[in-house]
Every structure is written in structure tokens, then in C-alpha cells.
């Protein structure tokens, strides 16, 4: 295959690379400069990222993103199935934010991420790091059940996120929890970085299951970080602060290029999403790190698009 007929998939960004967790933070940048940054550095799809961030009015959204040449690629919600029923009313109240404005601008993802057993503000232990089978069971169910309504309600694909910190982060966890979800409902969005976090291969995972990849997330971790890290049992908050989520194109793991060039392969019209964590930087410091992270990705493969 020439590179002129190398399949690509379509890359993008979000809030995250720019540093932004919540939807208000006076320390966060302002989502107006946030777009006009993204449109400057050569992107040309967005995630909707914390909900309350940018817009929630769905003409006044898709208005300050038409003026930018921009789209939204999904929505982002969280979920705690495995504490119990009460937890669907939780999740559905998101949804219907989340996905009743994404749903509008023809989104057709919602990235659904679980509760940390450690918090990601404060680092403060919340519960066991491991689930019993009662509650891997609660949690599969109530993915499926949340899958299927968005499914029906909004014609929304429903991406699982793992996630550090979280009960389903290593390669067996995942695998776990696919096995235990309905693909018509359930899928991943396959976080690069999150899943590197505790050594997981990405690309044998994709090679294993390429039917229940739906989604990606882009980012690096730097393995020296790392390593202490896991070592240490340092939070994932302050793993990030030391920076353990690098930029892409230097020392950082895993690669993008056999990610993507695989992605291609398993359907050209996957979403890519640069998401690199670094809540709590500066506001000057994201726009250079996205536009040189723009310049590695187009650099490393032909699989990428970014219009």
C-alpha cells in the first residue's frame, strides 16, 4: 500500500490537552481561547469535555464551533454501576445533559469513564481497588443497560473508558469486562496512555478484540515516571502533576504510528483524540505542546487525517 491510499482514521483533540477537568476552574483556560487554539493548531474535531465547560445551548455551541471549523466528536459521562441500582438514576441524569446536547450536532459517541477508587482531586482512598463478582456483575449489567438506552434514545454508541486509579485498568481487567458486556451495547474507547499506565499492550489488545474497539484516546506515559509511580503507589493526581502523561514524540510509550495504522485497518472512521492530562498547568503552556504533538502525529504515520 502506497502512502497516498494508506487508510487513515480521523485525529483530533480536547479540553484535556489544554488542561481543563472541570467545568468551571479559574486556573483552567477560558473555552473561548480553548477553541480558538485548537482551530490554530490544525485540528478540526473536538470532545465536548466536562460538561458546562463549553456551551450548553446547543445553537450558541454549534455556532462558536462553525465559526472555527470545528466538530464535536463525543460527549464524556461517569458512571459507578458496581455501588448499586442507585447508581442508574446518576447516569441517566448525565445522559440526558450529555447526550441530549451532543446528540444535536450529529455526535455519535459518548465516552463513559467509572469512578475511581482514589480520587483524582484529592487523592483520598474511597473504597477497595478491586471488585467482588457481585459488583463486576452490577457494573456489566448497568453498562449494557446504559449502552442500550443511548442506543435507542439518541443513537449514541456508549465507548468504556478505562482508566488509572480505576477497578478496570489492566489488560486482564479489561478483558474481564468485555467479556462480561454485550458488544451491540458496550465498547472501548481504547485510552493509549491510561492503558499503558499499568503496562497493558495496546496493540495486542487491538489485535485481540478489534470488533470492540470503538474509539481511541491518544496519549504517552514517560516510563521512568512511571516506574515510580507504581512503584510508589502514587496517586494518579500526583502522577500527573510529575508529569507521567508526556508529550507525544519524545521518550513517552507507547507508539502512536502501529496504534493508528492498526486503527485504519479496523474501521477508517474511528475517532483519534489527543487527551493528554495535564490539569493544572499554566494556560500559555498547552498551545505549543498541541501543535507540535499535531506535527508528530502527522509526522510518525499516514494513517492520521485531520480534516
Known amino acids: 500500500m502506497t502512502t497516498t491510499d494508506t487508510a487513515q482514521i480521523r485525529v483530533g483533540t480536547a479540553p484535556d490537552s489544554w488542561g481543563v477537568w472541570f467545568p468551571d476552574d479559574p486556573k483552567q483556560v477560558p473555552w473561548q481561547r480553548f477553541l480558538d487554539e485548537v482551530q490554530a493548531a490544525g485540528y478540526h474535531w473536538i470532545e465536548l469535555g466536562p460538561f458546562g465547560y463549553l456551551p450548553t445551548d446547543p445553537h450558541q455551541l454549534e455556532d462558536e464551533l462553525g465559526k472555527r471549523d470545528l466538530r ?97 485498568g489492566s489488560y486482564a481487567e479489561v478483558e474481564r469486562f468485555l467479556a462480561e458486556t454485550d458488544a451491540r451495547f458496550t465498547n472501548l474507547c481504547l485510552d493509549t496512555g491510561h492503558f499503558a499506565y499499568y503496562l497493558g499492550d495496546n496493540v495486542k489488545l487491538m489485535r485481540a478484540h478489534p470488533e470492540r474497539i470503538g474509539y481511541l484516546h491518544l496519549k504517552q ?60 498547568c499554566d494556560i500559555d503552556f498547552p498551545f505549543p505542546v498541541a501543535q507540535r504533538t499535531r506535527s508528530h502525529i502527522a509526522g510518525c504515520t499516514a494513517a492520521a487525517r485531520f480534516h
Do not use: C
Request: glycine share 8%; net charge negative; charged share 25%.
Open 221 to 280: 506515559v514517560e516510563p521512568d515516571i512511571l516506574a515510580d509511580t507504581l512503584k510508589n503507589d502514587l496517586p494518579f493526581v500526583d502522577a500527573v502533576a510529575r508529569g507521567v502523561m508526556t508529550e507525544p514524540g519524545g521518550a513517552g510509550v507507547p507508539e502512536f504510528a502501529p496504534i493508528l495504522e492498526l486503527a485504519a485497518e479496523i474501521d477508517p472512521q474511528m475517532f483519534a483524540i489527543v487527551e493528554q492530562d495535564m490539569y493544572g
Open 72 to 168: 464535536l466528536t463525543a460527549g464524556t459521562v461517569f458512571t459507578g454501576f458496581h455501588k448499586g441500582d442507585e447508581q442508574w438514576e446518576r447516569a441517566w441524569q448525565q445522559a440526558l445533559d450529555v447526550a441530549g446536547l451532543v446528540s444535536k450536532l450529529g455526535v455519535e459517541h459518548l465516552v463513559v469513564i467509572p469512578d475511581l477508587w482514589r480520587s483524582d482531586a484529592t487523592a483520598e482512598v474511597l473504597e477497595a481497588r478491586t471488585l467482588t463478582d457481585e459488583q463486576w456483575s452490577r457494573l456489566a449489567s448497568g453498562h449494557d443497560r446504559l449502552g442500550k438506552a443511548l442506543l435507542e434514545d439518541y443513537g449514541i454508541k456508549q465507548q468504556f473508558h478505562s482508566h488509572a486509579d480505576s477497578h478496570i
